[in-house]
């Protein structure tokens, strides 16, 4: 589960190397990326923000592409019920 902040107007998600390990081309991408970091904030368009006040997960959900460093979707999580 990732960390989740908002900042001034949008939201921002905190992603880490651990979830980009299954394989050497994945893992050689976020190298590419993002170096050595373990971890990096990815700031998320408020258009990419799906609001889903029903979701089930019950944590925030962030479809990401750290080959183009691209955010797909963002679906939040209300901590608050």
């Known amino acids: 589960m990732a960390a989740v902040q908002i ?3 949008h939201y921002r998600v905190l992603i880490e190397r ?5 394989d050497d081309w994945t893992r050689s991408m976020w190298t590419t990326r993002f ?3 373990d971890h990096v904030w990815i700031d998320v ?3 990419k923000v799906v ?3 029903d979701n089930p997960l019950l ?3 962030l479809c990401y592409s750290v080959m183009l460093d691209k955010v ?3 679906v939040p999580w209300d901590f608050g019920g």
Do not use: N
């Open 7 to 9: 900042e001034h107007d």
């Open 72 to 74: 797909y979707c963002f």
């Open 18 to 22: 651990r979830a980009f390990a299954d």
């Open 35 to 37: 170096g050595d970091r």
């Open 51 to 53: 609001p889903r006040p």
């Open 45 to 47: 368009p408020t258009d």
């Open 59 to 61: 944590h925030a959900i």
